[in-house]
């Protein structure tokens, strides 16, 4: 991992964001690759589908809309302790979802005069479970749990169709479908899913949905980007993150393990430290180079570690740490402080904060009960992670009586007529003449 020394300089807001390490090349690549591939999905459809998982998956003449025999193969083979698990960990996001959900408020603005603030869930959901490199049951219990929470009545999942399960989704990612009651399943993977999502594809029976959601790489992120607009979206949750803010009291064992286990995901992962002790940085530089090195992904562990997104940050004390952190936005961001719980609310931008050595993003990548689909590439700084209210749309009622109209009567002529909409006022009027 390079190193980027920050001591003893004085930076701007705009300095701190140009320090922060990302890989911004690989982003505006994919941005450009993502858009041929949706618009070629929206004007080609299957045909255009077919054709990108020959080509990205190696996989030719398999069903790409899922039978239903093959999710309850999979629920049949799935092991037990598998699904012990994923269960336990349904039943987790499930409580820490209902939590997301508002309550209807009624607001009395005056006698007879009522505004009612309520949630609506969007009718239909696309949700997006990566493949390839890793298998993601737990995606598929972090974007379809919040749905049906929010009351989503149609669910549609897609999973990239793989080479060695000749054509099928990986069985795993099938059964905890299964397990949630998702019977509306695609194998159809990157940014051709995304596209079929958001403009339907007819001759397989997909529907456009409302809203889609999931995590995937670079390619997946910037489609979603461009279907904006056409489809209300999640955060672009692009490659993996981690930004870990550690002091000298803290434990480089664990500071490594944690940044090794999130560049596993992907060549494109980004691991950070940041931290004001030179000491520990060069104990944790020590301890990745071991653990990385000694892991079964190290390969790809090792191009994460050495790319351009991946770095250890030296600062000159906690203040410099947290003005950074909230810079770079991470979408996981670990604090290994000696008072961390007191510290963790200066960190304003993040995905989600784990607080203390004892809790790892690993925890928050399967039972947790928080959902780990998160924001990246700094858009913590203003977007929400995934949640039954990316599912949900605010809306007011609103009911006046006569009476109630008539004590803002004069108050609405007078404004429309101020905005030269005299109309505005006239319908007012129309109500107090014969």
Do not use: C
Request: aromatic content about 4%.
């Amino acid at each position: 991992m390079r190193t980027i020394d920050l001591r003893g300089r004085e930076l701007s807001p705009a300095d701190m964001l140009a320090a922060v390490p990302r890989a911004t090349q690989a982003r505006a690549e994919a941005l450009d690759t993502a858009a041929r591939i949706v618009d070629d999905v929206r004007e080609r459809g299957e045909d255009a589908l077919r054709e990108q998982a020959e080509r990205f998956d190696r996989v030719s003449g398999h069903d790409v809309r899922v039978p239903a025999a093959h999710i309850a193969e999979a629920l049949e083979v799935l092991a037990p302790e598998v699904r012990a698990a994923l269960e336990e960990a349904i039943r987790r996001v499930r409580i820490a979802s209902a939590a997301q959900v508002p309550a209807t408020q009624i607001t009395e603005i005056g006698p007879g005069a009522r505004i009612t603030q309520r949630w609506q869930p969007v009718h239909r959901v696309g949700v997006y479970i990566p493949g390839g490199k890793a298998v993601y049951p737990s995606s598929v219990i972090m974007n379809v749990v919040p749905a049906q929470v929010a009351g989503v009545q149609q669910i549609a999942l897609a999973s990239p169709p793989q080479a060695d399960q000749d054509g099928r989704i990986h069985p795993t990612i099938l059964a905890a479908a299964g397990l949630l009651g998702v019977t509306e399943v695609y194998a159809m993977g990157g940014a051709g899913a995304i596209g079929a999502f958001a403009h339907g594809v007819p001759s397989i029976g997909l529907d456009p949905v409302d809203v889609l959601s999931g995590p995937g790489n670079n390619y997946v992120a910037s489609a979603k980007r461009a279907v904006a607009g056409v489809v209300g979206t999640d955060s672009e949750a692009g490659a993996t993150e981690i930004l870990v803010v550690a002091d000298a009291a803290a434990d480089p064992r664990l500071v490594a393990a944690d940044l090794v286990s999130q560049a596993e995901h992907d060549e494109q992962a980004s691991a950070v430290l940041v931290t004001d002790s030179p000491e520990l940085a060069e104990r944790v530089a020590t301890e990745v180079a071991q653990q990385s090195g000694a892991t079964r992904h190290a390969v790809r562990v090792a191009a994460a570690l050495e790319g351009p997104q991946s770095a250890i940050v030296l600062v000159d004390d906690r203040a410099m740490a947290t003005a950074f952190s909230n810079a770079y936005a991470p979408e996981h961001l670990e604090l290994h402080l000696e008072d961390a719980e007191e510290a963790a609310s200066a960190f304003t931008s993040a995905g989600a904060v784990f607080v203390g050595d004892q809790t790892p993003v690993s925890l928050g990548d399967y039972m947790a009960g928080s959902n780990h689909v998160l924001p990246t590439g700094g858009q913590a700084r203003y977007a929400p992670g995934l949640g039954a209210y990316t599912f949900l749309r605010p809306q007011q009622v609103i009911s006046y009586d006569r009476s109630a109209l008539a004590d803002v009567r004069a108050g609405v002529v007078a404004l429309a007529n101020t905005e030269v909409l005299p109309a505005h006022g006239e319908a007012i009027e129309a109500r107090f003449t014969a």
